[in-house]
Structure formats: C-alpha cells, structure tokens
C-alpha cells in the first residue's frame, strides 16, 4: 500500500520567517495530496491540496509543490504568523483498488515565535 | 462548526468494554471516513462507507466494527477494548465518492480506556 513520509516532525520559525514541510510518496499512481492544519481540540482542516496533473498551487501565503518523478511534495507557508502554529498533515488518495484510502503523513508540529 | 457532528466529545471506559462513537456527516454528503489518531501517530485511516455501503478498509481491528445508516449516520463500535485504543477518532464525510473538494473533519471524539 501507500506510504507517506513527512519530514520534519517539528518545526520552529519566527514569526515573518518561512516554513517548508515535505512529504514523500510511494505509490507513484496516487493523483491527489490535500494537506491539513490541525489546531488544538479540533479536526483537521484542509488548506491547500494539488492534483496530479499541476505542478505548483498557491493561495495567498501558502503554495503547494508537486515533483511527480521523485513522489515527492511540500508546503510552503510564507510571512508565517503566530496563528500559523498547529499540526500539519500531509496526505496521499489513494486510486483503483485503492480509491477512497487516504493516507496522512505523521505530521508536523510547527511553532511560529512572536 | 464545520457541519460534521461527532458525539461523544469525550469517553472514558474500562478495559473489555465496548463503546459506540456516532458521525452524523455534513447535510448532502454521502460519503463518511473514519479515522484514529493516537498519540504522537498520525492519522490511520479505518474505513469508509458511501451511501451505506462500505467502499474502503484501512488498518481497522477485527474488534472495530462500523456501519452507516439510512439517514447517512455512521457509528463505529469498538469492543474487548484495550489500553492501546485510547486515541482520538475523527469522522470525515464528502458530497461523492472520490469527492476530492468536499472532504470535511468532525472535531472528534477523544477515547480513553483505563
């Protein structure tokens, strides 16, 4: 099955500073990687996702990139604020025999100094 | 409120019990995912069901049982409960199947067994 590896697992910034998370993909047929910002007590809540078939996405202070042929993408968050704090999640669908499989990252806790 | 309700917030239960955790999806939605997010793990997607038909297994336990219902509802039903099943479970509903845009977390509901 799919296996999604998210790097680092911590991560702290200063406020106005940028922040990368990666993720890595083994399953070279998934074709759509959401990520999620978790705040404390709450669900995870999507922010940004990619399809396979584009490269780069961006909405306001946060892109998303996709290298198909190295399985591998990431999150930017620029002019990062105290807000932006929370646990990030990576994901990868799944397709055919595994449509409707979702699989998440481990996460990452990112802290942004004020 | 992001339309997906999870009941109980919160269970604590003892070790052999067996509990009950309800979704009740976002109106219009017919699909529903379960997820468990234990400490320090990320999330470990379980099962989905479509329009009460299950359509999707992850990693879930014999002991982990789950349906949904006419009116779209879903419970998942944890039984001979054990310590290692505390741990944060989400529900997650969207519009279709493969619905990649309308993928929504409840707030979860934190089980803990002593």
């Known amino acids: 099955g799919e296996n999604v590896e998210q790097h680092p697992s911590t991560l702290s910034v200063q406020e106005g500073d940028s922040a990368v998370i990666k993720c890595t993909y083994s399953?070279?047929?998934?074709?759509?990687f959401p990520w999620y910002k978790q705040e404390l007590g709450k669900g995870p809540q999507l922010i940004i996702d990619?399809?396979?078939?584009?490269g780069e996405k961006k909405d306001q202070r946060i892109a998303v990139t996709l290298n198909k042929t190295a399985k591998h993408f990431s999150l930017h968050i620029t002019e990062t604020q105290p807000e932006d704090s929370a646990v990030y999640f990576c994901?990868?669908?799944?397709?055919?025999?595994?449509?409707?499989?979702?699989?998440f990252g481990d996460g990452t806790t990112l802290t942004v100094k004020p | 409120d992001s339309g997906v309700t999870q009941t109980p917030k919160h269970l604590i239960t003892a070790t052999g019990q067996r509990v009950t955790l309800r979704c009740s999806p976002r109106?219009?939605?017919?699909?529903v995912y379960w997820y468990q997010q234990s400490l320090d793990q990320g999330l470990q997607f379980l099962i989905q069901?479509?329009?009460?038909?299950?359509?999707a297994k992850g990693n879930i336990l014999e002991r982990f049982s789950a349906q949904q219902f006419p009116d779209l509802h879903s419970e998942l039903n944890l039984s001979s409960l054990e310590l290692g099943d505390s741990a944060l479970y989400f529900c997650?509903?969207?519009?279709?199947?493969?619905?990649?845009?309308?993928?929504?977390f409840g707030s979860g509901t934190r089980l803990t067994v002593v």
């Open positions: 109106s219009g939605d017919l699909s």
């Open positions: 069901y479509y329009n009460g038909e299950e359509r």
């Open positions: 399953d070279s047929a998934s074709n759509y």
């Open positions: 994901a990868a669908w799944g397709v055919g025999a595994n449509a409707g499989k979702s699989t």
């Open positions: 990619i399809r396979s078939n584009v």
């Open positions: 997650a509903s969207s519009a279709k199947l493969g619905d990649f845009y309308g993928y929504t």
